[in-house]
């Protein structure tokens, strides 16, 4: 079995690679030469809602709150963001052991 700093390394690797290949919003990914850390400082709190259990919908409004609020990128419908949500609501987040 992995030590719990492991699984959580695995899990903020996960919640990574899903924004990378699933939301971008600033579209670098493309870009091979782009950091791959470029959304880590969301993936904490991603991580925070996924293991509380928050629902696609509440994920999908924090995202769209980041691209708004904090990317300065404008509104965008949380309907734009489900899909990406649901991508993250089912990595398995649980620390065994």
Known sequence: MSSRKEQVQ?????????????????????????????YDLYVGAIYGH????????FIAKYLCSVEDHRMGLGPVPVSARLSVAGALKALDVSLNG
Request: no cysteine; net charge negative; proline share 8%.
């Open 50 to 57: 996924l293991a509380r259990g928050e629902s696609a919908e």
């Open 10 to 38: 695995s899990i903020t690797d996960a919640i990574r690679q899903v924004l990378i290949r699933d939301w971008d919003p600033i579209g670098v990914m493309d870009d091979p030469e782009w950091p791959r850390d470029e």
